[in-house]
């Protein structure tokens, strides 16, 4: 069967995440996005491990749903248009945080494990390494590859993700305090590393000119800190709905399992170009080598960003690839979509009208961004919206890139543009 999965989020335990980041509103939004699979995210904090056992049930081989009588509830929030099966696979992220050939290392990682038994397990190594009390994202001071150690160890079903890889702070290949290549970090036991994350600053082209990936199945989340974003990246499979035909999958890349990705574009990602926030300074790579990657406004360096470091490590030229390649589908949140045409913030309830009446009457928002055909994403009767579309999935944006931290801005439209169309 053809599903979207969203393979990793966080919890109302980890930092700067909403309050209302449960498993109730994690069901009702996957259901508004068009998701089947969604990551639980954490399941090494106590607290959300409780309410893993608590509120889940097992489902297919490996996957978890929401209680019957606590989906009932949430259901009743869902139009009949969006309305689908929700599964759960256990899932984290663990910060590593450690020095290795002279240099402190901070590398994000997400786990997978088919079974509650082996999360628990986990969960105890873990506790005895570092505090998993504090945030759903535990700092551990423990190198990547020991990690990857352990997860092997703890059951043959297991498997570890490199998150967001390019990334300054919190990345394998990082600028701040990564590697140079995936083997200097996991040294013998690279080969088992079948798929790594592209993050919301990179897209599969940016990817494609590091030779060391090529054979690696690319994949998007959204590292979602609310319920709304999730699927602002995500995942196309083809497979049967379980634990191991997903992870199969992963092993494989093989295409007609693997359907490709939905990718935020990166440059609205935090961390696409060069810069200081605080000096407000954006550079694009080539302009911050000519600076000598030091900013002009405060004479330190630089935050070096997704798309310096692709450029640094690259082996191929740009618009180089690998044989094997999946497709992938550049995207924009619906909200955001909505906020540009209005001129009004996404957030706003004039926004959130829109989103509801879009939803209802044609579907779940990842198959009206990338796969409704526009005829009938016009019969929502919201001006602009198909045109909007249409300029999204054919690259014709004007994008503000992302740096340091500060997400990159999209226009769709300008002004005069809206009168003229609008008659």
């Not at 199945?217 to 979602?224: E, F, R």
Request: hydrophobic residues 35%.
């Amino acid at each position: 069967m053809k599903f979207i999965a969203d393979l990793h989020i966080h919890s109302k335990f980890s930092r700067a995440t909403a309050k209302n980041l449960n498993f109730e509103n994690l069901h009702i939004s996957a259901q508004l996005k068009g998701i089947t699979v969604v990551g639980t995210g954490d399941f090494t904090h106590p607290k959300w491990f409780s309410e893993i056992k608590e509120k889940l049930v097992p489902a297919e081989e490996g996957l978890f749903k929401l209680k019957d009588e606590i989906a009932n509830k949430c259901n009743k929030q869902i139009p009949i248009s969006c309305r689908g099966n929700v599964r759960f696979i256990l899932q984290c992220e663990i910060s590593n945080i450690y020095k290795k050939n002279g240099k402190t290392r901070k590398n994000h990682n997400l786990i997978f494990v088919p079974d509650i038994k082996t999360a628990f397990h986990l969960n105890s190594k873990f506790d005895a390494i570092g505090n998993i009390k504090s945030d759903g994202r535990p700092i551990l001071g423990l190198d990547a590859k020991d990690l990857l150690e352990i997860i092997l160890q703890s059951s043959d079903k297991s498997f570890l993700i490199p998150a967001h890889i390019w990334t300054p702070w919190f990345s394998v290949l990082g600028s701040k305090s990564g590697f140079n290549s995936l083997e200097e970090c996991f040294e013998d036991l690279t080969h088992h590393i079948f798929s790594v994350e592209t993050g919301l600053s990179s897209d599969p082209p940016m990817n494609w000119r590091i030779s060391e990936l090529d054979g690696l199945t690319l994949v998007s989340n959204s590292d979602a800190h609310s319920p709304m974003n999730l699927g602002r990246n995500a995942n196309l499979f083809n497979t049967e709905l379980s634990y191991t035909a997903i992870r199969s999958a992963l092993i494989s890349g093989n295409p007609n399992c693997c359907l490709g990705t939905l990718d935020f574009y990166p440059e609205e990602g935090k961390y696409h170009y060069d810069g200081h926030r605080k000096c407000n300074i954006c550079m694009h790579p080539n302009e911050s080598i000519a600076n000598n990657r030091i900013c002009p406004v405060c004479r330190k360096p630089l935050t070096l960003g997704v798309l310096y470091r692709v450029k640094q490590l690259a082996d191929r030229p740009k618009g180089g690839k690998p044989i094997k390649t999946l497709p992938f589908f550049k995207i924009i949140p619906l909200t955001n979509i909505l906020s540009d045409i209005f001129e009004v913030g996404p957030k706003t309830k004039k926004v959130g009208g829109y989103y509801k009446s879009a939803l209802k009457t044609l579907g779940p928002e990842l198959m009206i961004l990338y796969s409704y055909p526009l005829h009938k994403i016009d019969e929502a009767g919201i001006p602009l919206l198909g045109e909007a579309i249409r300029r999204m999935r054919n690259n014709k944006l004007q994008i503000s890139p992302g740096y340091d931290g500060e997400y990159g801005k999209v226009k769709i439209f300008k002004p005069e543009e809206k009168e003229k169309l609008l008659g």
